[in-house]
């Protein structure tokens, strides 16, 4: 059972717009959150993060939104640039020490010039 | 920031051999690693965590004596996957956070791409 859930396996945006990508979660224990872009053959690289008494984080283009009641979030790319057209996860992990984190499957986001 | 160093970042091999990949935090120790496995167009699976000084711990389906995992220092874990065989093509990448405390990011290496032949 995944507990974390990306169900736009792709996403296909015009540059200068806004990318929207989704993600939601099961596990009420979740209580940090992380947006990772990977490029092929390469590791993930973090983007942004927020953990569970925000619900909202900022960082230039990039900003996260949290719904806990919703158990979903979800990042903006604004405005959307043709690099950052990469395979987004989101990650979520639960409790204080040093934990894993758990994955969503990702969405190819694709912009366009 | 943190780096996380892997190697080889692809290797081919025949089945029944064993490789080895090295994981490196190289400007902060990591008492914990992850070791994680993706295959294509799926997510990244956690396969197990890497304890420094004791055991590795197994996600349930992976076999600890295939993906045999040592963490001698604070800055070095290895994954050997051990008689390798063409299902165990993959892309496995290691992962650690600095300060080793969670509410952090995890930072990864760049992956090791396995083919078995």
């Known amino acids: 059972d995944q507990q974390v859930k990306q169900n736009s396996p792709s996403l296909s945006v015009q540059e200068g717009r806004i990318s929207i990508l989704n993600c939601d979660y099961t596990?009420?224990?979740?209580?940090?959150f992380l947006w990772y872009k990977k490029y092929p053959a390469e590791g993930p690289t973090f983007l942004i993060s927020?953990?569970?008494?925000?619900d909202k984080n900022e960082d230039g283009r990039f900003t996260v939104f949290l719904n806990k009641s919703a158990k979903h979030l979800s990042l903006h790319i604004v405005p959307s640039q043709p690099g950052d057209s990469a395979v987004y996860f989101c990650?979520?992990?639960?409790?204080?020490?040093?934990?894993?984190?758990?994955f969503g499957k990702g969405t190819r986001l694709s912009v366009i010039a | 920031g943190a780096v996380v160093s892997q190697h080889p970042s692809w290797v081919i091999c025949k089945s029944g051999t064993s490789v080895k990949i090295e994981c490196r935090s190289l400007d902060f120790q990591a008492t914990t690693m992850f070791w994680y496995r993706q295959f294509p167009k799926q997510s990244l699976m956690l396969m197990a965590t890497?304890?420094?000084?004791?055991?590795?711990?197994?996600e349930q389906g992976v076999e600890k004596d295939k993906f045999l995992i040592n963490h001698a220092s604070l800055t070095l874990s290895t994954l050997t996957v051990t008689s390798a065989h063409p299902e165990d093509s993959s892309f496995y990448i290691c992962?650690?956070?600095?300060?080793?405390?969670?509410?952090?990011?995890?930072?990864f290496g760049n992956g090791t791409r396995l083919t078995v032949t």
């Open positions: 992962s650690a956070r600095d300060g080793g405390i969670g509410n952090s990011p995890l930072h």
């Open positions: 596990n009420s224990m979740f209580d940090y």
């Open positions: 990650a979520a992990s639960a409790g204080a020490g040093n934990t894993p984190l758990v």
């Open positions: 927020i953990s569970s008494i925000k």
């Open positions: 890497s304890n420094e000084g004791s055991k590795a711990t197994y």
